[in-house]
């Protein structure tokens, strides 16, 4: 696709007293440490375009433009660093997303499968399931790519089965990686970057994960199922990442004598969901490998932080990062542009810096965006190693006038190195005052009969709990005790343990699941009127969202302490749920969404409910990332639940 804008090549910027550097030196500029002449600016706009351009909203000054052409004609760098997947010479560029292998015109090193291994590909409809099979037996994946997906603008299929269900997958996936081998796609990226040519810096890659590990976690397994195998089958786990790492140690070869410039080492980076210990020890050595085999070729390396890089700040600065991109600062996660840009600008290129609620003016009042773009460029310094853009995209709903505000912004006042109190700062909170806030440690049941039983909980050992579960029994314990004071005891304090940042993920799933077997198993020995003492609750991802990580969470903890759960998955339809409230009668709806785009869904759920008679008869709460109390208020939902341990209180508290 040539970029046929209307306008002289290698030097689009619109206004003529700006042309000093093109976009692509400026950028390179930002990547290298050098100071360019202006902020660059190189907002992500591909999901706004798709979903806009497919539902016929684009704005009309645009209407009949590719992207590109949009964002030249603003003035805006291209964002070039994650691959167009829509536009691939290669019908089956996206056929293998389930093993994390992808055929794209911007990735400079392919994997490539053995002939030794038989893959049997059936398409239904939106549908593509794949068997693959080996010497070691065979697994099956099945992946979907929607019209309802294309409309909301996402360009990935989604994995719908992954290709782990069994301990045993791992090592006929391993079977598959140790056979496969890596090919050089110079040529293809070179016309990419042709292509680009100075309106832009094309980012290589060849997958999006940071290393064997990181790329189990990221293809191979169901999201929350990846934390129950870390802990349960590490030895399997790591026989994987062995064979997977004698791939992206080749690959690695083959990047660094292509001909690109930066690429991306990883993605979706979290504290929660990439957590501290474990990234500590299979992701930071990958991105330093990256770096001692990619540095001294002059390849930078990027990797795309957009989640809550809290706990990761001194890991990531650490780490051999050079660029982090779709950084997500305060107020939709917790560290400040501002503490970002102190922490890590001595050594790291910050690329992002405006959360894309800023755009969206029902979330962020026209008063807060403008603060927020004061304190933004007040709180960058002199503006080197600073690349502006929307972390982690666009939204579909997006004020596009925002955006080309931002832009005239940069144009006006973003002549670098920028002049100290030029903007109006504003006061952020740091790290430190961020953590401060943090609740006191609810008080926990210190009963010495249940110590054990609380043990076990907290380490998550399912037979030693239920163990525990029937001595107690024998020494003629209470049901109800052993539940309240032991387990819920135990559970509360991992909780508070996990806010703090003392356990992770895969702990607290353990200690769920163990006291979720336990309290099953204590079920019949408890009085009527204690059995599922909380009662029934209906959870699920409303229509048009696909994040499920933090909704099974609150599944499993609202289980864990007792309740009776029923999950429907994510992309869940308003008449769904409606169906499901008449069909399970439960006390409790509770609705989560991770996308602004997805939150109108539930106010549509709650009229649908009314209008279906019901809504009386079921308490509805909301939660999710970008979901708020005032959101939960305007729509009329019961409650609002920021966590899963706020959600627990909450269905306590309404359920009485
Ligand atoms: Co997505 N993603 N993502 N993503 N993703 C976010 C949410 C985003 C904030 C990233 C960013 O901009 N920095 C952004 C949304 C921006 C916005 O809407 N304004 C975003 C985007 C844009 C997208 C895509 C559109 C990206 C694209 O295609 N370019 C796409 C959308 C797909 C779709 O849904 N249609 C997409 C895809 C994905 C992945 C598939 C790659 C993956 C999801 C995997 C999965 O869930 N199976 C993913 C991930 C991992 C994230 C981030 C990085 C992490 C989310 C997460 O799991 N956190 C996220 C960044 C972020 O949130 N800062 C991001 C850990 C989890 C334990 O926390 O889910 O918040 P959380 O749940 C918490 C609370 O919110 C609460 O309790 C949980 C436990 O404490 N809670 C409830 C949740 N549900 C509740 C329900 C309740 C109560 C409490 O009921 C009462």
């Known amino acids: ?188 990226f070179k016309t990419h970057q042709a292509e680009v040519g100075e309106n832009g810096l094309p980012v290589t890659a060849f997958t999006v994960a940071a290393g064997p590990v990181h790329h189990i976690q990221k293809y191979f397994l169901d999201a929350t199922e990846f934390f129950h195998y870390y802990r349960d089958h590490q030895p399997e786990i790591l026989y994987l990442a062995d064979a997977l790492a004698l791939l992206y140690e080749k690959a690695l ?197 249940f110590t054990k039983i609380r043990q076990a909980v907290l380490d998550g050992q399912e037979q030693a709990l239920i163990g525990q579960v029937k001595e107690l029994l024998q020494q003629k314990a209470a049901p109800k005790d052993i539940i309240d004071l032991g387990m819920v005891a135990a559970m509360e304090t991992l909780n508070q343990a996990f806010k703090d940042g003392t356990v992770f993920i895969p702990e607290v799933l353990a200690a769920a699941r163990a006291m979720n077997a336990a309290v099953l198993f204590l079920e019949p020995h408890l009085a009527e009127k204690d059995k599922r003492a909380g009662g029934k609750i209906l959870i699920g991802t409303v229509k048009g969202d696909l994040h499920d990580i933090g909704k099974n969470m609150v599944a499993t903890m609202l289980r864990g302490v007792g309740f009776n759960v029923v999950d429907l998955g994510i992309s869940v339809a308003v008449d769904a749920f409606v169906r499901k409230v008449a069909e399970e009668r439960p006390q409790v709806l509770a609705l989560s969404a991770l996308l602004t785009t997805t939150m109108p869904e539930m106010r549509k759920v709650i009229g649908a409910l009314t209008r279906a008679g019901s809504r009386e008869t079921v308490k509805v709460i909301v939660g999710g990332a970008p979901v708020n109390k005032n959101f939960a208020n305007d729509i009329g939902a019961d409650g609002y639940a920021k966590d899963a341990a706020e959600a627990i209180d909450l269905a306590r508290s309404l359920i009485g």
């Open 253 to 449: 070869r083959v990047v660094a004598e292509s001909p690109a410039e930066v690429i991306q080492w990883g993605s979706n980076f979290d504290d929660m969901l990439t957590f501290p210990p474990m990234f500590a020890q299979h992701f930071v050595p990958w991105i330093r490998k990256a770096k001692e085999v990619l540095g001294p070729k002059n390849i930078r390396i990027l990797c795309h932080t957009d989640g809550e890089n809290l706990g990761l700040m001194d890991l990531l600065h650490g780490s051999g990062m050079d660029v982090a991109e779709a950084v997500c600062p305060a107020p939709m996660t917790k560290v400040s542009i501002q503490e970002y840009y102190r922490r890590w600008s001595d050594r790291i290129t910050i690329f992002g810096g405006v959360p894309s609620n800023l755009l969206l003016p029902q979330l962020t009042p026209e008063k807060d965006f403008r603060n927020f773009m004061d304190g933004l460029f007040s709180g960058i310094g002199t503006g080197a190693r600073f690349i502006l853009g929307i972390a982690d995209t666009t939204p579909p709903d997006a004020d596009f006038e925002r955006l080309v505000r931002i832009g005239d912004m940069v144009r006006e006042k973003g002549r670098l190195p920028l002049e100290a109190g030029a903007f109006n700062p504003v006061g952020t909170a740091t790290d430190a005052e961020v953590l401060a806030k943090r609740e006191p440690a609810a008080p926990v049941s210190q009963d010495t009969r």
């Open 1 to 188: 696709m040539s970029l046929d804008t209307g306008f002289q090549a290698g030097v689009r910027i619109s206004r003529k007293e700006d042309l000093m550097m093109t976009h692509r030196q400026r950028l390179l500029a930002a990547v290298r440490g050098d100071m360019p002449d202006h902020i660059p600016y190189a907002p992500r706009i591909d999901l706004w375009y798709n979903a806009n351009s497919l539902n016929g909203t684009l704005p009309r000054r645009h209407q009949g433009k590719t992207r590109d052409q949009i964002a030249l004609s603003e003035g805006w760098a291209l964002h070039k660093v994650v691959a167009d997947h829509l536009h691939q010479p290669d019908p089956d560029a996206m056929l293998h997303r389930a093993l994390g292998v992808h055929f794209m015109k911007e990735y400079v090193a392919h994997f490539t499968f053995s002939d030794q291994i038989k893959i049997d590909v059936h398409r239904e409809g939106d549908r593509t399931r794949i068997r693959y099979t080996t010497a070691k037996g065979s697994i099956t994946t099945s992946t979907v790519y929607s019209q309802e997906m294309r409309r909301s603008g996402t360009s990935v299929p989604w994995i719908e089965e992954h290709a782990v269900k069994t301990p045993d997958d791992l090592k006929v996936l391993a079977g598959i990686f140790e056979y496969m081998d890596v090919v050089a796609n110079y040529e293809a």
